[in-house]
């Protein structure tokens, strides 16, 4: 059984930053591609960022490209997401994700086999 926990999150000022961590269990990390998911307050859940299961692949929704950066350790099974230059509109749940064989462009489409319960992100203005 999959399993992803999420930490990292918590309450930053606007331009600040943080680091999102994901750990994955029960499978080899190797064979997923990863991504960040997130869920803001009254809305549907958007995708963040993915990386392919090698590493070598990474992409952004727009809404943080050049603010968040995806990447992914896979002796350690985790993959991480920091976000630098916060905003209040980045305040949400941010879920780990994790498919098996697909590009991150799907990823980005389809969404994701496994999910982490998620980590809540608050950016005060």
């Known amino acids: 059984q999959v399993r992803l926990v999420e930490s990292g999150g918590g309450l930053v000022q606007a331009g600040g930053s943080l680091r999102l961590s994901c750990v994955l269990s029960g499978y080899p990390f190797s064979g997923y591609a990863m991504g960040w998911f997130r869920r803001a307050p009254e809305k549907e859940r958007e995708f963040v960022a993915a990386?392919?299961?090698?590493?070598?692949?990474?992409y952004y929704a727009d809404s943080v490209k050049g603010r968040f950066t995806i990447s992914r350790d896979n002796p350690k099974h985790t993959v991480y997401l920091q976000m630098n230059s916060l905003k209040p509109e980045d305040t949400a749940v941010y879920y780990c994700a994790a498919k098996s064989g697909v590009t991150v462009q799907t990823m980005a489409a389809m969404g994701a086999d496994y999910w982490g319960k998620g980590t809540l992100v608050t950016v005060s203005s």
């Open positions: 990386i392919s299961w090698s590493g070598s692949s990474t």
